[in-house]
């Protein structure tokens, strides 16, 4: 199974620079999903390592070879994109083929690499229609039919999923996550998606700005961001944030915020008087009496069967808390707030890096 590496890799167009110096390994069969906002410069990575844009500074190797001056159709990958871009005067059969008999392969041997993709990714029954004649989500399952044929070293994926509804892009969130267990071959995935992202990789590179902001398993970065920027990408609700000074004169160490909350610590580290960002995530909160360490106010309920949703108003702070089950609790009521304090982040208001433990 083929690495990926990635060394000091720049890209310009003209003079506007948009990837900054990415350096990174993929390992060999690993799931590696590239994550962040839309602009940050996912595709152009992806399309550098497909060899579909020129790398302006750096280097791209697969399976430790040095791929800078390897044309795309010689680097033995396969991409899939979200526009599928499926010929529609070609069949199933014939689309999935197409990239093989480009390659002068025997037609004993394409027509046996169809069939097995096609029992893999349940597309029998279709191999004779055209595209014009499938679902979405089949369109999509005869795209990455296509690169499965190919037996590439790598798979790279593109949003390939953008497209179809939120139904049936969970069903293929699984459906391509149970095809890298069966085929074991080292994919590389762009999603903006942060939830695709967590459910899907071993490990996510989250980027902002053409720069990689940290490296990790999906519980890695939710549990220790490195950074602001982390802490509320990651994660669903997104973690609440809370500016303030810390204060470790006086009692037990807390940040002080906006209309005198002081909100609890845990052994987070920092100096007394430091501008700081408390961060908590919604699912670290919990109803509690008039004797808790923060007070609010209710302003919207959300009940979704499983979960509540709250949103509430903390000293002039909206904050959202994820409440297990349901609640009797109203808009405008007056309630107090546990926090799960071991779980508690704090940030650097200036340089925006997590603060570790004391
Ligand atoms: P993402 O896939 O993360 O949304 P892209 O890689 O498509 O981001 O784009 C990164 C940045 O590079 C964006 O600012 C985009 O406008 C710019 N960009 C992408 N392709 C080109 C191009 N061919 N010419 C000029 N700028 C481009
Ligand atoms: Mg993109």
Known sequence: MASV???????AFGSTKVIHGIDFEIEGGEFMVLVGPSGCGKST?????AGLEEISDGTIAIDGKVVNDIE????????????YALYPHMTVAENMGFSLRLRRAEASLVAERVAQAAKILNLGPY???YPRELSGGQRQRVAMGRAIVRDPKVFLFDEPLSNLDAKLRVAMRSEIKALH??????????THDQVEAMTMADRIVVMQDGRVEQIGSPLALYDRPANLFVGQFIGSPAMNVVHGTLRRDGGAAHVEAEGGVRWPLNGQGGADGQPVVYGVRPEHLALA???APVQAEVIVVEPTGAETELLVQVGGTPITVVLHGRT?????DRIGLDIETAAVHLFDAQTQLAQHAA
């Not at 590496?5 to 890209?11: A, G, P, R, T």
């Not at 795309?72 to 526009?83: E, L, N, P, T």
């Not at 267990?181 to 762009?190: A, E, F, I, N, P």
């Not at 009797?328 to 405008?332: A, I, K, L, T």
């Open 5 to 11: 590496s990635f060394q000091n890799v720049q890209k």
């Open 45 to 49: 990575l992806l399309r550098m390592l």
């Open 72 to 83: 795309s159709k010689d680097r033995d990958i396969a991409m899939v994109f979200q526009s």
């Open 127 to 129: 191999l004779q229609r």
């Open 181 to 190: 267990q069966r085929l074991g071959t080292t994919t590389v995935y762009v």
């Open 289 to 291: 009496g008039a004797d």
């Open 328 to 332: 009797q609790v109203q808009p405008g």
